[in-house]
């Protein structure tokens, strides 16, 4: 197997040393920038597998630089990992809505972030559902998993990494229920640390870019239970 490259994006010294040092000793190659421009170059020169990002940046944030990335056809698709010190579910929903695909609080064990790291990476290139490298319909939807690229309609609408995958999954296991944990496991990963709330958050950001075009209730609430993903006729 290649060795995987991580950049990390910090301008903490201390921080960016430590992380260097723990994916060092996990096995993996690491670039490092300490401000978004240089890190935007790196993405583009390095290709990364994984960007570690750093939220509060001087200059350009880290969620804006998460935002560029996603706009770019050469790094739209490279998983990131937020790192901050803003806790609350509002900075989460921000991050997230930015394209991040995980959000680690500091303090941080180093080795639960590097368990994340090989998680999403796992998650990256392996698969998510049965129908990989096919196309998926469903109703109105269209999933073409080898073009990564999701239409309604005959429209092609612009999902972020995790959104895509949940929908991806969602339309390959239609009409059953699964429970926040059950999605976390299949589509987060198994034994990666991710709270159940963070289903919630990437649910609601994926009925908000499903609801202008009339299918958002596609994705069904199960009260107790968790969700459902059923096509619903108008």
């Not at 290709?47 to 880290?62: K, Q, R, V, Y």
């Not at 309604?152 to 699964?178: C, Q, W, Y």
């Amino acid at each position: 197997m290649s060795q995987k490259t991580i950049l990390i994006v910090e301008d903490e010294a201390a921080i960016r040393d430590m992380l260097k040092f723990t994916l060092s000793s996990s096995g993996f190659w690491v670039e490092e920038a300490d401000n978004a421009e240089q890190g935007m170059r790196l993405a583009l020169d390095k290709t990364p597998d994984l960007i570690l990002l750093d939220w509060m940046l001087p200059g350009i944030s880290g969620v804006t630089m998460a935002q560029k990335l996603r706009q770019n056809d050469q790094t739209r698709d490279m998983p990131i990992i937020m790192l901050t010190a803003r806790g609350e579910e509002e900075a989460q929903v921000q991050g997230f809505d930015a394209g991040v695909d995980d959000y680690v609080v500091k303090p941080f064990s180093p080795r639960a972030l590097v368990a994340r790291v090989n998680a999403i990476l796992r998650r990256q290139h392996g698969a998510v559902g049965a129908n990989d490298g096919q196309q998926i319909i469903a109703g109105r939807m269209c999933l073409d998993i080898e073009s990564h690229r999701f239409y309604v309609d005959g429209e092609e609408l612009k999902l972020g990494p995790t959104e895509f995958k949940l929908i991806n999954f969602f339309m390959s296991h239609a009409n059953r229920v699964f429970s926040r944990t059950q999605l976390l496991d299949q589509v987060w990963g198994l034994n990666v640390v991710v709270e159940e709330r963070t289903v919630d958050v990437h649910i609601r950001r994926l009925r908000k870019l499903l609801e202008p075009v009339g299918v958002d209730n596609y994705i069904q609430t199960i009260r107790g239970s968790g969700y459902r993903f059923s096509v619903v006729e108008e």
